[in-house]
């Protein structure tokens, strides 16, 4: 079976769960789209009745289900519970402010009216990785049910308890069959839904690979689609940057979530005159870190993913080594039960070294030495990536310009990546294209409709 969780601490299977047949896809799709033609006539209170409630569910199961997740994918507990609390105000805001921002906008013309009214689409397929697991799927299925859509989601094979947990929520929460509906899908199937005529749009969080391969089956059928996508954030440490601020910015930047997120930083670009303070201070700080069982608060910690993910890491690791670049602390497997990596600080990467072109989903950091603030934003923007950066300088006004010249979908200012009900989400170049949370999230799954009335 595809979908299997394995606790990547104790390596233990802890289930197992059949895929939907397609007769049961069929059901889900038929029940998802019959569904749309009630709720897309819901006004936004009736909607906003259904996500609050699930709001409420989510914080009230916050324990229960972080621990679910940790189990399923080793992130630490408390970063877990972190995770859901964030959750939790997105749901509430879309609740709240869905009408507001879809509110029809009269638009002036010489003779007779003109209007726009937002409308929703109808059925929206939704492809989600495992690494935030609650937070990926909420973030999309939030403004997409406030717009009017339906949500069938398809998570990721390794977190399939957390996906039904998601589900139960929101049924729990008073929503009708098929307004968010869970299945456990082949790539195969997956592909049939995307050009199935009752999809009208399709949201994927996900490789570069995966990204392709929706896209072009979305773009075969005309469907439309947002993408968001792997990242190799620059962090870029000018040379009036405060390294008290710094370098504790920089490791937790690197080591949220066992390094394991698309938008966290991984290419640390530093000003040569802080470069080797800077270094040994971050590298102390990797080497000081301690594995442990990720629901013990005092871990440092946790697991890799799965063994797959290890090996991936591992592999690109040594492929680093063979082109010239120096593991300055960690490198290798830890010798222990579960998928543990050390953390790891490699110098001396070029742009050459094949590497430097790829994201490494583990806590691998690449330090990288510039002479200027123009070298630094060249070395930045020399990236196939575009999602997050950083910029870190006691001078507000001079990040603010360097800002403007990063091409990322966002930027932070002596703070690391930072996520929120009423921020834009996303990226451009091959992070994706598109934007999730904020105003924008709740507009990319609508139908802007022209009323023009002589």
């Not at 569904?35 to 897309?40: A, L, N, P, Q």
């Not at 069938?152 to 094979?157: L, Q």
């Not at 123009?374 to 990236?383: P, W």
């Not at 006691?394 to 932070?412: C, H, I």
Request: hydrophobic fraction near 45%; aromatic fraction near 8%; include cysteine.
């Amino acid at each position: 079976m595809t979908y299997r969780s394995v606790n990547p601490y104790t390596e233990e299977l802890v289930a197992e769960y059949a895929e939907h047949t397609d007769a049961q896809l069929e059901e889900v799709l038929t029940r998802a789209d019959e569904t749309f033609r009630v709720w897309g006539r819901a006004s936004f209170g009736e909607r906003g009745k259904v996500l609050s409630a699930a709001a409420d569910l989510l914080h009230e199961r916050r324990e229960e289900l972080a621990r679910l997740a940790t189990t399923e994918m080793g992130k630490r507990y408390v970063e877990l519970l972190w995770e859901i609390d964030l959750c939790v105000p997105i749901l509430r805001y879309y609740a709240a402010e869905a009408e507001r921002i879809l509110a029809r906008k009269d638009i002036a013309v010489a003779d007779g009216t003109a209007r726009v009214d937002p409308t929703p689409l109808g059925v929206i397929f939704a492809i989600e990785p495992w690494n935030f697991p609650y937070f990926q799927l909420l973030r999309i299925a939030a403004p997409v049910l406030m717009a009017g859509n339906t949500v069938v989601m398809k998570h990721a094979p390794s977190v399939p308890g957390c996906a039904l947990a998601v589900e139960k929520i929101f049924l729990d929460a008073g929503a009708p069959e098929g307004l968010y509906s869970n299945v456990f899908l082949t790539n195969e199937q997956s592909a049939g839904v995307i050009a199935d005529r009752r999809i009208k749009g399709i949201a994927l969080t996900g490789s570069e690979r995966a990204g392709s391969a929706v896209a072009a089956a979305a773009g075969r059928a005309l469907k439309k689609v947002t993408l968001e996508l792997g990242g190799s954030d620059p962090f870029l440490v000018l040379d009036d940057a405060d390294l008290d601020l710094a370098v504790p910015l920089a490791v937790a930047a690197r080591t949220m979530n066992t390094g394991q997120a698309c938008a966290s930083a991984k290419r640390f670009i530093v000003h040569s005159s802080h470069y080797d303070a800077f270094l040994e201070r971050f590298t102390a700080a990797f080497a000081a870190m301690k594995p442990g069982d990720p629901m013990d608060e005092a871990t440092d910690f946790g697991p890799l993913v799965g063994e797959e993910a290890l090996d991936r890491a591992l592999k690109q690791i040594e492929l680093a080594r063979e082109h010239g670049a120096t593991v300055a602390v960690g490198g290798r497997r830890i010798d222990r039960t579960g998928y543990f990596l050390e953390p790891t600080v490699l110098t001396g990467v070029t742009p050459d070294n094949p590497i430097f072109r790829q994201e490494i989903f583990a806590q691998v950091a690449m330090v990288l030495r510039v002479d200027s603030e123009e070298e630094a934003v060249a070395l930045a923007n020399d990236s196939d990536f575009g999602l997050g950066s950083t910029v870190v300088s006691t001078d507000v006004a001079r990040a603010e310009r360097v800002a403007a010249q990063l091409e990322v979908g966002m930027v932070f200012v002596n703070r690391a990546g930072d996520a929120g009900p009423a921020l834009p989400w996303g990226g451009v170049k091959n992070s994706g294209y598109g934007r999730g949370l904020s105003d924008f999230g709740i507009t990319e799954f609508v139908n802007w409709k022209l009323v023009r009335i002589a």
